[in-house]
């Protein structure tokens, strides 16, 4: 699902976000990444969108390289991966629906689809009755769970989750972490940025620890052990 070979991504004035980073995830792992703060998480994630360009390296994505992609064929990538952020990210002046909706809307499906699509989301992460509520009604899990099904309406091969528990409270994360492992189990490819060091060690998946822009540990039953 992923290839990166020998990746260094640079930023101006000699700032190295990562360092000739080689990696393979396969379709349906569940991976966490972990490593300290600075060490090159939210570059790997960045490159992997598409919305940082290597310095030097291939990056492959559901058999797409990276290099010889078109401009004009991003939006289709993007639609391929759903994105989970620490800080959900909801429009705050619409519904629950409207948040959810407005990614089918710019793929432009017909609107009884949207609906079902929608509703099928929402009923998924346990928030179908609230729909019509406004996402400043909601607790931070709550709103996570919308963004959830935000980044899975799609139907996306991939879905990326930078910290999605950094603003949440010890129970509340881990029924997040427990409703994307869920997501995996369906099929969707998981990638999970966290410093939530005992979520991690309870979990039992692949971890890959960056350390100064490189991997220094990559295991298939990991631990968080910095
Ligand atoms: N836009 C940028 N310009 C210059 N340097 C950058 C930029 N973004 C990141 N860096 C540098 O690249 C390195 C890796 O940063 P990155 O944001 O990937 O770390 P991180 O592991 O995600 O950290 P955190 O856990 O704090 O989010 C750091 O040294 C950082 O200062």
């Given at each position: 699902?992923?290839?990166?070979?020998?990746?260094?991504?640079?930023?101006?004035?000699g700032n190295t976000?990562?360092?000739?980073?080689?990696?393979?995830?396969?379709?349906?792992?569940?991976?966490?990444?972990?490593?300290?703060?600075?060490?090159?998480?939210?570059?790997?994630?960045?490159?992997?969108?598409?919305?940082?360009?290597?310095?030097?390296?291939?990056?492959?994505?559901?058999?797409?390289?990276?290099?010889?992609?078109?401009?004009?064929?991003?939006?289709?990538?993007?639609?391929?991966?759903?994105?989970?952020?620490?800080?959900?990210?909801?429009?705050?002046?619409?519904?629950?629906?409207?948040?959810?909706?407005?990614?089918?809307?710019?793929?432009?499906?017909?609107?009884?689809?949207?609906?079902?699509?929608?509703?099928?989301?929402?009923?998924?992460?346990?928030?179908?009755?609230?729909?019509?509520?406004?996402?400043?009604?909601?607790?931070?899990?709550?709103?996570?769970?919308?963004?959830?099904?935000?980044?899975?309406?799609?139907?996306?091969?991939?879905?990326?989750?930078?910290?999605?528990?950094g603003n949440l409270?010890?129970?509340?994360?881990?029924?997040?972490?427990?409703?994307?492992?869920?997501?995996?189990?369906?099929?969707?490819?998981?990638?999970?940025?966290?410093?939530?060091?005992?979520?991690?060690?309870?979990?039992?998946?692949?971890?890959?620890?960056?350390?100064?822009?490189?991997?220094?540990?990559?295991?298939?039953?990991?631990?968080?052990?910095?």
């Amino acid at each position: 699902m992923i290839t990166l070979k020998n990746v260094t991504k640079e930023y101006d004035k000699g700032n190295t976000g990562l360092t000739n980073v080689s990696l393979d995830v396969e379709k349906g792992e569940f991976v966490f990444i972990v490593g300290k703060s600075g060490s090159g998480k939210t570059t790997l994630m960045k490159l992997l969108q598409k919305e940082l360009e290597p310095t030097s390296g291939q990056i492959i994505v559901n058999g797409q390289n990276y290099k010889e992609l078109k401009r004009k064929e991003l939006p289709k990538l993007r639609r391929q991966m759903g994105m989970v952020f620490q800080d959900f990210r909801l429009l705050k002046d619409r519904t629950i629906f409207e948040n959810v909706a407005f990614a089918q809307k710019v793929v432009e499906a017909p609107n009884r689809y949207i609906k079902r699509q929608v509703e099928n989301m929402l009923d998924m992460v346990g928030l179908k009755d609230r729909m019509k509520a406004f996402s400043n009604e909601l607790s931070g899990g709550e709103q996570q769970r919308v963004a959830i099904a935000r980044a899975l309406v799609n139907h996306p091969v991939l879905l990326l989750a930078d910290e999605p528990t950094g603003n949440l409270d010890p129970v509340t994360a881990r029924e997040i972490m427990e409703l994307l492992s869920e997501i995996n189990k369906k099929g969707t490819t998981v990638l999970v940025v966290t410093h939530n060091r005992e979520l991690v060690n309870e979990m039992g998946k692949r971890v890959i620890q960056i350390e100064d822009g490189q991997i220094q540990q990559d295991e298939a039953r990991g631990f968080y052990d910095i």
